[in-house]
């Protein structure tokens, strides 16, 4: 709910404006529309890759997914993306491969090797080694969680620079959010290993029967990435629950997350394409808004969980904590 009829007003001018600025813009730039006309159909794509890595993809396929010629879709991939399709393939496999691995116990090398399109585990653990580095059985022992991320990072860079979500404020909800109360493990230090701190809290949930289907999942976002030192790093995992923590080696701890009103904004697709969304909520609509952030840090409610859904269907919403 905005403050006083001023307020709203402002908003409402400040929101028409840009949708004007935006509108005379595409018409001033149709080069524009068409860009993203032609990257809307490669998005298509990649989607389809997404939903489909169980089983064969061919060059075909997705050309008729993007509606282009089977003779140019490989060279005009290749050129917007700088990876070939067939690249962009693997990679996608093996990355809902190393997440089941590292964070679903459950489930065989065979039967992941088979969701992943390799006809023998054999074939499969070859290929998980040549891009992660180590054997499959090797990374769910123990994840060397520098290099993973390192084999996957040209994919997310292609989904985070070359097709992030696009958002307008008639997403952004004012809401009440209500005190919470949770079970909360804090990372502290280098990013890169925060995979760590995810399977610990993955198995502290397990053991105390606190699953995502039945407890909600929040994490906090305490420090920008990119804004502070690897050693200044603070990312809180959090579960929903009313029960005591009893004291434990995980680290785990009750705690509350305040009331407050907030800034509501959906966002459905990958982590990679997660900046693209709080540079929405911070560059454009909380200026126009005449709101101001209260003073604890934006978190996020994991609504829908990759890998149980493909990675384009993954759903997060994100809360701005507002005076």
């Not at 939903?51 to 993809?57: A, G, K, Q, S």
């Not at 407050?260 to 560059?283: E, K, P, Q």
Request: net charge positive; aromatic share 10%.
């Amino acid at each position: 709910m905005l403050r006083g009829a001023t307020a709203k007003r402002n908003i409402g001018q400040d929101v028409t404006r840009a949708a004007q600025h935006s509108t005379n813009t595409s018409e001033a730039n149709p080069v524009n529309t068409t860009v993203n006309a032609y990257r809307a159909r490669f998005r298509r794509v990649l989607s389809h890759v997404d939903t489909h890595l169980e089983r064969e993809i061919t060059v075909e396929e997705l050309a008729a997914v993007a509606a282009f010629s089977k003779f140019h879709f490989h060279r005009q991939f290749s050129g917007l993306f700088g990876l070939c399709v067939y690249e962009v393939i693997k990679l996608a496999r093996l990355k809902r491969a190393a997440f089941r691995l590292a964070f679903r116990r459950t489930g065989n090398t065979l039967d992941i090797a088979l969701a992943s399109d390799y006809a023998t585990p054999e074939a499969f653990a070859r290929a998980f080694k040549r891009v992660v580095g180590q054997t499959p059985r090797e990374f769910r022992a123990a994840p060397r969680w520098d290099t993973w991320q390192a084999a996957f990072a040209p994919l997310d860079a292609l989904r985070s620079t070359d097709m992030p979500n696009e958002y307008s404020p008639d997403q952004v909800r004012v809401v009440d959010f209500p005190a919470t109360r949770v079970a909360s493990l804090l990372h502290r230090g280098d990013p890169r290993q925060l995979g760590g701190t995810i399977r610990r809290f993955i198995d502290w949930r397990r053991a105390n029967g606190l699953p995502p289907s039945r407890s909600a999942t929040f994490n906090v976002l305490h420090t920008d990435e990119l804004g502070v030192g690897p050693e200044d790093f603070r990312f809180e995992l959090c579960a929903v629950t009313n029960r005591d923590v009893a004291p434990n080696d995980n680290g785990v701890e009750a705690k509350t997350l305040p009331a407050g009103r907030c800034a509501l904004l959906r966002h459905v697709g990958s982590d990679a394409t997660l900046r693209s969304a709080f540079a929405f909520l911070y560059g454009e609509w909380l200026p126009a808004s005449g709101e101001e952030p209260r003073d604890f840090p934006p978190f996020l409610e994991r609504v829908a969980f990759y890998p149980e859904v493909p990675e384009h269907e993954a759903i997060t919403d994100i809360y701005l904590p507002l005076r």
